[in-house]
């Protein structure tokens, strides 16, 4: 066999065998380069595991996660549901409609799935439960909600992409992912909606209804965030990563002064776990420089990309093989180690095809995102299961009617480019 075949069958090996991804992608890239290379080349590992983080757009990811981590802990998602409460009121399905909002508006802060899936669970779960909700549905209508987090910005793999994909607007991806992301919470709210009224969840009357004004004044700071962050990256005033430092200057002054519910201890804290979590994405993305430089060295991208291009002239056929490669991917990868490993293959194939890169970043954010709830390998269930005391497969039924919902939704953006395409274009970004 040859080298990169080799590259390919040792990721393959090492991940089957439970090696964390980041190592698998560095060994996996040191095997290539000691098969098809001088032994010397070992001597750039170094040099490839620097130049993969030294890039000055990556800041903003560590700020985003501390972001998300601040404002789970300032008490913001209490104050969110509250206020949706208000809005919609006690009624069938009213707390299912309540949790999804709740998630798309999370997601406006934290840029994060799983922190938006932690963060509403812990509020949404008990009072779900309580109005006659059965656990597994509950836990599954949260973290399909927060995947919404992917695509609503700021979003911390689309700011990967904007990295991984060369020319590629960060501005531009995020406002393309802001109506995508609403349309994947609306197909959510259907069936969340529609299941809540046959089987008679939450008797009308089983709450009273919070005062909206009072409501909306304590929701407010938190409703406040994503105007801030999506206006001053409108106006010019900051550029995405200015942004994730705006976004967690006004996170403290929120949950420090405002909620008073973080001090300066708990504060430190945070920024612990922030650095941990960091930390986490920072060695897949280092190590994933040595796969990536060994795969462009040996043509094994290339090969694949040709590939993949033979399989078929017809680029519509070949998105739909696309998509389902992905979603089976996001089962059991996550986002960053989905873009790492498989944008060096897709971008001569979205080239080839003329697909548009915004357009294309967009729709594999919706597919990484149905991915997040569909097991075995989902990451917001994990979280959310975790928060019900509930096993995962008892989440497998509920799981498939959300990820039929988010599906419809992906065809739609892909059927029809100008959802994702138009609010970049009105704003004068780059597409």
């Given at each position: 066999?040859?080298?990169?075949?080799?590259?390919?069958?040792?990721?393959?090996?090492?991940?089957?065998?439970?090696?964390?991804?980041?190592?698998?992608?560095?060994?996996?890239?040191?095997?290539?380069?000691?098969?098809?290379?001088?032994?010397?080349?070992?001597?750039?590992?170094?040099?490839?595991?620097?130049?993969?983080?030294?890039?000055?757009?990556?800041?903003?990811?560590?700020?985003?996660?501390?972001?998300?981590?601040?404002?789970?802990?300032?008490?913001?998602?209490?104050?969110l549901v509250r206020f949706a409460q208000a809005l919609i009121g006690p009624r069938h399905g009213g707390l299912a409609l309540v949790a999804?909002?709740?998630?798309?508006?999370?997601?406006?802060?934290?840029?994060?799935?799983?922190?938006?899936?932690?963060?509403?669970?812990?509020?949404?779960?008990?009072?779900?439960?309580?109005?006659?909700?059965?656990?597994?549905?509950?836990?599954?209508?949260?973290?399909?909600?927060?995947?919404?987090?992917?695509?609503?910005?700021?979003?911390?793999?689309?700011?990967?992409?904007?990295?991984?994909?060369?020319?590629?607007?960060?501005?531009?991806?995020?406002?393309?992912?802001?109506?995508?992301?609403?349309?994947?919470?609306?197909?959510?709210?259907?069936?969340?909606?529609?299941?809540?009224?046959?089987?008679?969840?939450?008797?009308?009357?089983?709450?009273?209804?919070?005062?909206?004004?009072?409501?909306?004044?304590?929701?407010?700071?938190?409703?406040?965030?994503?105007?801030?962050?999506?206006?001053?990256?409108?106006?010019?005033?900051?550029?995405?990563?200015?942004?994730?430092?705006?976004?967690?200057?006004?996170?403290?002054?929120?949950?420090?002064?405002?909620?008073?519910?973080?001090?300066?201890?708990?504060?430190?804290?945070?920024?612990?776990?922030?650095?941990?979590?960091?930390?986490?994405?920072?060695?897949?993305?280092?190590?994933?420089?040595?796969?990536?430089?060994?795969?462009?060295?040996?043509?094994?991208?290339?090969?694949?990309?040709?590939?993949?291009?033979?399989?078929?002239?017809?680029?519509?056929?070949?998105?739909?093989?696309?998509?389902?490669?992905?979603?089976?991917?996001?089962?059991?990868?996550?986002?960053?180690?989905?873009?790492?490993?498989?944008?060096?293959?897709?971008?001569?194939?979205?080239?080839?095809?003329?697909?548009?890169?915004?357009?294309?970043?967009?729709?594999?954010?919706?597919?990484?995102?149905?991915?997040?709830?569909?097991?075995?390998?989902?990451?917001?269930?994990?979280?959310?299961?975790?928060?019900?005391?509930?096993?995962?497969?008892?989440?497998?039924?509920?799981?498939?009617?959300?990820?039929?919902?988010?599906?419809?939704?992906?065809?739609?953006?892909?059927?029809?480019?100008?959802?994702?395409?138009?609010?970049?274009?009105?704003?004068?970004?780059?597409?």
């Amino acid at each position: 066999m040859s080298p990169d075949a080799w590259m390919i069958l040792a990721f393959a090996g090492l991940l089957i065998a439970g090696v964390p991804v980041a190592f698998s992608l560095g060994l996996s890239g040191a095997v290539g380069i000691v098969l098809a290379l001088p032994t010397t080349m070992l001597a750039t590992l170094g040099t490839n595991t620097y130049n993969s983080v030294a890039k000055y757009p990556l800041i903003a990811i560590p700020l985003f996660i501390l972001t998300g981590l601040i404002f789970e802990r300032a008490g913001v998602a209490a104050r969110l549901v509250r206020f949706a409460q208000a809005l919609i009121g006690p009624r069938h399905g009213g707390l299912a409609l309540v949790a999804v909002l709740v998630c798309m508006i999370m997601g406006g802060m934290s840029g994060s799935g799983p922190a938006d899936a932690a963060a509403v669970a812990m509020v949404m779960l008990p009072s779900m439960t309580r109005a006659g909700y059965p656990k597994p549905f509950s836990a599954t209508l949260i973290a399909a909600s927060a995947s919404t987090a992917i695509l609503i910005p700021p979003s911390v793999a689309l700011i990967l992409y904007s990295i991984v994909v060369p020319g590629v607007d960060l501005r531009a991806l995020f406002a393309a992912g802001l109506f995508p992301g609403m349309l994947a919470g609306a197909a959510l709210l259907v069936p969340a909606w529609w299941l809540s009224r046959r089987h008679r969840w939450e008797a009308p009357a089983s709450a009273a209804r919070p005062a909206l004004g009072e409501s909306f004044r304590q929701a407010l700071p938190a409703l406040f965030a994503p105007v801030l962050i999506l206006g001053g990256l409108r106006s010019g005033l900051f550029t995405p990563t200015e942004a994730a430092v705006v976004a967690v200057t006004y996170g403290v002054i929120v949950g420090v002064f405002l909620t008073r519910e973080l001090d300066w201890r708990a504060l430190w804290r945070l920024f612990g776990e922030a650095a941990v979590i960091t930390g986490v994405v920072m060695l897949i993305i280092a190590l994933a420089g040595i796969f990536a430089w060994a795969g462009t060295m040996l043509g094994t991208f290339r090969h694949l990309a040709e590939w993949i291009i033979a399989l078929s002239d017809n680029g519509a056929w070949l998105l739909v093989l696309i998509m389902l490669a992905v979603l089976l991917a996001g089962m059991v990868l996550d986002a960053i180690s989905i873009y790492l490993i498989m944008m060096p293959i897709l971008i001569p194939v979205m080239e080839h095809f003329g697909w548009h890169p915004v357009w294309f970043g967009i729709l594999l954010a919706m597919n990484i995102a149905i991915g997040q709830f569909t097991p075995p390998v989902a990451v917001n269930l994990m979280v959310t299961t975790e928060v019900a005391k509930i096993r995962l497969e008892q989440t497998v039924g509920w799981a498939l009617v959300f990820v039929v919902a988010m599906a419809a939704a992906l065809a739609l953006v892909a059927i029809f480019p100008s959802i994702a395409l138009w609010l970049p274009g009105l704003l004068g970004y780059n597409v």
